[in-house]
């Protein structure tokens, strides 16, 4: 066999090579943008998602948990759910009430299990670093607000 021909060779399977790497790249950003396509499509509605919101953040969290309002908006490809009104407790005595905290979906983290692809996040929450009479440093909530003692770790669920 000749150098020419094992140069020829070569050639083909880099060609096929470059041929499937960019059909596979042409297939993925077709099925992103028909997802995110989708999404966009939907956040109008997603205020109906709020009850079934609700219920999963309670079984994940134990405590009863209410959301006056829900709003959608989809950035990139972090599609985001705003939670206005977001209660974790009982109407009477809630663990946390919160004016506006928002959900992230990070796509991206889906593929592979390094991190979780949903990220909460508390909006507008004033938060001060204190120290308090024993001397002890620690974070405590502006404004008066307050969090509800929680359990002894060996007590929580």
């Known amino acids: 066999m000749t150098g020419s021909g094992k140069t020829s060779r070569l050639r083909y399977w880099l060609r096929q090579a ?37 219920e999963q953040i309670s079984e994940r969290v134990g405590q009863e948990v209410e959301i006056e309002r829900l709003q959608a908006d989809w950035p990139r490809l972090t599609p985001q759910l705003n939670l206005y009104g977001l ?3 009982d109407i009477d005595e809630p663990v946390l009430e919160v004016d506006r905290a928002r ?3 990070h796509l991206p983290d ?20 204190a120290e308090d009479e024993d001397g002890q440093w620690g974070v405590r909530l502006e404004g008066g607000a307050q969090l509800a ?8 669920l």
């Open 103 to 105: 959900l992230e979906i």
């Open 87 to 89: 209660r974790v407790g």
């Open 110 to 129: 889906f593929i592979g299990d390094q991190r979780n692809p949903v990220r909460l996040i508390i909006l507008g929450l004033d938060l001060v670093l």
């Open 18 to 54: 470059a041929g499937l790497f960019l059909t596979t790249l042409a297939v993925l950003i077709i099925i992103t943008a028909v997802v995110v396509g989708i999404g966009r499509v939907l956040i109008p509605y997603a205020d109906h998602l709020r009850p079934w919101l609700a």
């Open 149 to 156: 003692d929680r359990p002894a770790r060996d007590q929580m």
